[in-house]
């Protein structure tokens, strides 16, 4: 018994050392697919000018998570995920 409880244990922390691999995903409920994009924005009405928050998207969420903040008419920029993260403030009339 206690040799069978040593395995699962040894197996269990095999699973918490891959949990701590930075992979990153999707901010889209439910999806699990790895992120592409990087989306860089804020609230103007609730932040203030030098905050920045940051969903990822996959290819196939990045026009609706983009849409969704675009129908708000939120700041936002839109960056490879494995870019460096951008901390300048987000311009009020994206250009892109
Ligand atoms: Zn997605």
Redesign the pocket.
């Known amino acids: 018994m206690s040799s069978g409880e040593f395995d699962l244990r040894s197996r269990l922390r095999g699973f918490l050392v891959e949990d701590q691999a930075p992979v990153p995903q999707?901010s889209?409920a439910a999806?699990n697919?790895a992120a592409e994009y990087r989306l860089e924005w804020r609230n103007p009405r609730i932040h203030t000018e030098d905050r920045v928050k940051i969903w990822l998207?996959?290819g196939?969420?990045l026009d609706f998570l983009r849409g969704f903040l675009d129908t708000r008419g939120f700041p936002m920029r839109i960056a490879d995920v494995h870019d460096p993260v951008n901390e300048e403030p987000i311009r009020d009339s994206p250009n892109y």
Do not use: L, S
């Open positions: 999707c889209r999806c697919n998207a996959c196939t969420h």
